[in-house]
């Protein structure tokens, strides 16, 4: 049974986060009002409040009388497009950048590397909102403001990944039959370095999630009138005594899928890579 667990609990993961996935791609079918559309009538309504006889509003009304569940529905567009857009920038100039300090060594290796270190001095959090202070409020900024240094993960990884596998015999003898050094590195090295690559990918998307939340927090994320789980904490804050749920399911729900995205990278991590199993 004890074995089973994380084989169940990795597949439950992983359902969630198709069923985010879901919600999110079909929002305007599956949100039962208009995330934006308010009614001061229902200000700060409790969860369940009934209208009609139905339950109209099942997570309850914000301070300006928005439904919260159609709120995070819409919200959850944003979270999972930024994560995932942001890590698939990242990446790609992650892993050209490190494939080159690895394989090339010499003064490109020092120059990314000493560029890495620069950034890796920096806390991501301030450095993202130094950045949106400067270039302002919006999708496209933060998604700009993120990759900006997120990039440096995918860099490490290739890099340490790229100076083992340039020693493989593989590599020799590419070598030997005269393959340039951008060949080498596009179809002897990289397809034997994917496997970490898509691991710290799907566990940095949680991350940046988080991050992306934290900027909408503070104001400097998305803008009103769109739906934003971190803004949404941030309109609830002043309520938490007397409309808890205002604050609280969309923080649920910003702790249900990071934590989801980091259970089932694990069951990838183990699957992909088998320096992990027992």
Known sequence: MAELLPGRLARLAALTVLAFVLMAAFAPWVAPHDPGATDLFRRLQPPGWMEEGDWAFPLGCDALGRDILSRIIYGARVSIFIGVVV???????????GLAAGYL??????????LVDILLGFPYLI????????????VLNMVLA?????????????????????????VEAARAIGASSATIMAHEV???????????ATVRIAQVIIL?????????????????????????RGY???????????????????????????????????????
């Open 87 to 97: 890590v698939l920038i990242a990446t790609m100039i992650g892993v050209a950048a």
């Open 105 to 114: 060594r010499g003064w490109v290796d020092r120059v990314i590397s000493g």
């Open 127 to 138: 450095f993202a909102v130094g950045l949106m202070a400067m270039m302002g409020p919006g």
């Open 146 to 170: 993120l990759a900006y240094k997120e990039w440096v993960v995918p860099c490490r990884v290739v890099r340490g990944e790229t100076l083992a596998a340039r020693e493989t015999e593989y």
């Open 190 to 200: 990289l397809p034997n370095i994917l496997s970490p690559v898509i691991v710290v």
């Open 212 to 236: 992306e939340a934290s900027l909408s927090f503070l104001g400097l994320g998305v803008q009103p009138p769109a739906a934003s789980w971190g803004s949404m904490v941030a309109d609830g």
């Open 240 to 278: 938490i005594l007397d409309a808890w749920w205002v604050s609280t399911f969309p923080g649920f729900a910003i702790l249900l899928l990071v934590l989801s995205i980091n259970v089932a990278s694990q069951a990838v991590r183990d699957a992909l890579d088998p320096r992990f199993h027992d």
